[in-house]
């Protein structure tokens, strides 16, 4: 694959800058106070996380953004070494990576201590974020619409790309929002997912795309170094709402978002089963189908160790990446 080798020097530049400046990042939360809350109606043995510094998706963010930053300074020098068409999901990464860190803060210090920012009040603005972010795709990138497996054109959506590209986006950014609940789950999902659009980025010859995917992974495999059982870092809504909004326009980079809910099985599946669990609930006046939504919940209380949940998780992500690649470029 084309790049190849430079994505994976980045990746290890990205890892390497995220570990270094990783436990001063750490002493800094911990002098501002900036701990996790742990809410009553988690399962009991996350009682103990209480306090543990959260808000460390900047973390990952802040390598990522100089490391993009830096090698597109170095374009102007003769060697291209990242497009600016990354702006893109980089705008995007911290347009949520925003709206995360306000909810993570009204959680930890505002008035709403314990529950961070209103539903509804964080839902409107990622529908905000999303759309501006979906038309600088549509008309700036002009990235096709959908390619599907095995036709030589891609799909022209018209206009209705706009809702079909935002709600992709809101939906993922949620989805390992969702995820994000146990120690080093997001993180190592968030890895599979992002290296499966790195691998058809870089298929697709859209090079800087899949560096900026392989530069992310190394950030998240230095953020896993502090956030793997026991955590001493949560990457908290800062850091969810940025990865989980940066897949899915990635995904919509490549045109080749249709497989994104197998390729991202894992947060599929956590936002599934909180819709299911709340649809039935409704419908049947109280009754539940899992003890605990989202689903990583539901494995804990009937009895699997986090650290069981995390690598049984890990290997259906990796299955489903697969499943999905294949199914990618099946012809």
Not at 58 to 67: A, H, R, S, W
Not at 161 to 178: D, E, H, K, Q
Not at 260 to 268: C, D, E, K, S, V
């Amino acid at each position: 694959m084309r790049g190849s080798s430079l994505a994976i020097a980045i990746s290890s530049i990205s890892f390497l800058l995220t570990v270094i400046w990783g436990s001063p990042f750490i002493r800094l939360l911990r002098n501002l106070n900036i701990g996790k809350i742990i809410r009553i109606d988690v399962p009991e043995s996350h009682m103990a996380k209480m306090n543990t510094p959260t808000m460390g998706g900047f973390m990952f963010l802040i390598p990522v953004t100089l490391l993009t930053v830096i090698l597109n300074a170095v374009s102007l020098f003769g060697s291209r070494l990242i497009g600016s068409s990354i702006l893109v999901p980089l705008a995007a990464m911290w347009g949520f990576a925003l709206i995360g860190a306000v909810d993570d803060w009204e959680g930890i210090r505002g008035p709403r201590r314990g529950l961070g920012m209103r539903g509804r009040t964080k839902f409107l603005l990622q529908c905000l974020v999303a759309l501006v972010i979906s038309y600088a795709l549509m008309e700036i990138l002009q990235v096709p619409h959908l390619l599907w497996p095995a036709s030589p054109e891609p799909l022209d959506l018209g206009w209705f790309y706009l809702v079909v590209a935002a709600f992709f986006i809101v939906a993922y950014s949620n989805a390992i929002n969702l995820t994000d609940g146990i120690d080093g789950l997001a993180g190592m999902i968030s890895i599979v997912a992002f290296g499966g659009y790195g691998i058809v980025a870089l298929l697709q010859g859209q090079v800087y795309l899949g560096r900026f995917c392989f530069c992310i992974i190394g950030a998240l495999a230095g953020f896993l170094w502090f956030n793997g059982k026991p955590a001493t870092l949560y990457m908290g809504d800062t850091g969810s709402q940025a990865l989980g909004a940066t897949l899915a326009v990635i995904a919509l980079m490549t045109g080749r978002w249709l497989f994104l809910p197998l390729i991202a099985i894992i947060p599929t599946a956590e936002a599934l089963s909180v819709i299911i669990q709340v649809l039935y609930f409704r419908a049947t006046g109280g009754k539940r189908i899992f003890k605990k939504t989202p689903i990583h919940h539901h494995f804990e209380m009937i009895g699997w160790e986090e650290n069981q949940i995390v690598m049984r998780f890990f290997l259906i992500e990796l299955i489903g990446a697969m499943l999905g690649l294949s199914l990618t470029f099946m012809s």
